[in-house]
Every structure is written in C-alpha cells, then in structure tokens.
C-alpha cells in the first residue's frame, strides 16, 4: 500500500537529548514536509525539501535539522536547542509544491 | 504577513443539524486552498478550491471559495457523530512554496 509512515508513535526524551523522527513515503513524491502541531494551533511548518538534497527552512526551523539523502525519507532531528519541543510532529509530502498533502500518522514527542 | 483566520474555534451541535465553517484569507498572490479533516491523527484531505474550480460537493459536504471576499465556507448537512473532528483550512500562495495554515475549528456532533 503507498502511503507515508513515521516512527515512533510515541516518543520520550530527556531534557539535552537529540532525537530523531523518522518519515518514510513510497508515493514518489518529489515535496516532503515537517509540521508541528500544539493544542489549540494549526501546523506551523518547521522544514520542507522540493528535491534530494535540498532542504528549506520554515517558520519554526530553530532548534531543528533535517537530511533528504534519498526520495523516500525525509528525517528530522530535535536538538537540544529547541526550547519547548513535546508536541506532536507531522510528515507530509506532495507531488508538487503545495498542492495536495499527503500526512503520516504522527509522532507525539514529549520532553520529560 | 500572510495569515489564514478560521471560525468558529469550536462548535457544538446536535446529529442531524447542518453546519458552516468559515476560513478567511490574506496571503499574498493566492493560488489554492484546501480543506483537510483531522480526527485522532493525520489530516485527510478533503477539497482544494482554486481560481478554476470554486465549488466543490462530496456526499454532505460542500465547499465554496470568493475570491473576492478572500474567504471560503466549508458546509455539512445531516451532521453525524463521524463528523466530529478538527477542520483545518490552508492556503497556497504562488510567492513561495508553504501552505498557510488556519487555526482549525473543533467540531462536535452530539447524538
């Protein structure tokens, strides 16, 4: 089945920890995305990639990395840089730059 | 600033009743916008509206876009529990390459 896969589900880290959210798609999709998503608030956009090996930053990008070696995954890094980080993390990806998006099911990242 | 303004921010109603949802937009050199319903996890997309195509019916739910007005309605007849969910409205703009996200309204379908 195509679709868009993350992992984990749920993610626990301690305060000064890097830790690294997984996104997977085999929908050939050229634009992949991050998202982040607090109570109460919409997406706000923290990286997206039109092309391997090609990244940009979005509104929230601070205390954020991400790699596009191959197609298919799109990896995200918290670091310990990123202030308030439990919330929970979307993976999308497009055919082309904002049309239709496609979502994975989410990580839940909290900061213990 | 580009920026997409939902309302309500919640809403409760009765199965059976017929709900509207409104999604206002500034953002510059407007190119889509799409309606997505997100229940417990990933938003599913719904409808994309654009300069040529600004009436879309799926089932009970349809969807208009002004232009004029820079705003779109989101409408759902003969609500069902099913329905509850956040509905999220974002905007694509031909400057760059984001969507412009709303807030969402939370709504709630009581049996």
């Known amino acids: 089945d195509g679709g868009i896969t993350q992992s984990p589900k749920y993610l626990f880290r301690k305060e000064g920890q890097n830790v690294t959210l997984s996104c997977e798609q085999n929908l050939n999709h050229d634009a992949m995305y991050w998202y982040r998503q607090d109570p109460g608030q919409g997406l706000r956009l923290i990286y997206y990639s039109q092309i391997v090996n090609d990244f940009q930053k979005g509104d929230i990008a601070e205390g954020y990395s991400v790699s596009r070696e191959k197609k298919e995954s799109f990896p995200l890094t918290v670091t310990s840089a990123q202030k308030n980080p439990t919330a929970f993390y979307l993976c999308?990806?497009?055919?082309?730059?904002?049309?239709?998006?496609?979502f994975g099911p989410g990580t839940r990242l909290t900061v213990l | 600033e580009d920026k997409v303004v939902q309302s309500p921010l919640s809403l409760v109603v009765h199965e059976g009743d017929t709900v509207t949802l409104n999604c206002s937009y500034e953002v510059t050199n407007f190119r889509s916008l799409l309606w997505y319903k997100q229940e417990k996890k990933a938003p599913t997309f719904l409808f994309m509206l654009t300069s040529s195509g600004i009436e879309k019916k799926s089932g009970r739910l349809s969807s208009i876009l002004d232009k004029k007005e820079l705003f779109s309605i989101l409408n759902i007849t003969a609500t069902q529990t099913g329905d509850s969910a956040i509905y999220l409205c974002?905007?694509?703009?031909?400057?760059?390459?984001?969507?412009?996200w709303g807030a969402g309204t939370k709504l709630i379908i009581k049996p």
């Open positions: 999308a990806s497009s055919t082309e730059d904002f049309n239709e998006q496609f």
């Open positions: 974002a905007v694509g703009s031909r400057s760059n390459y984001q969507l412009i």
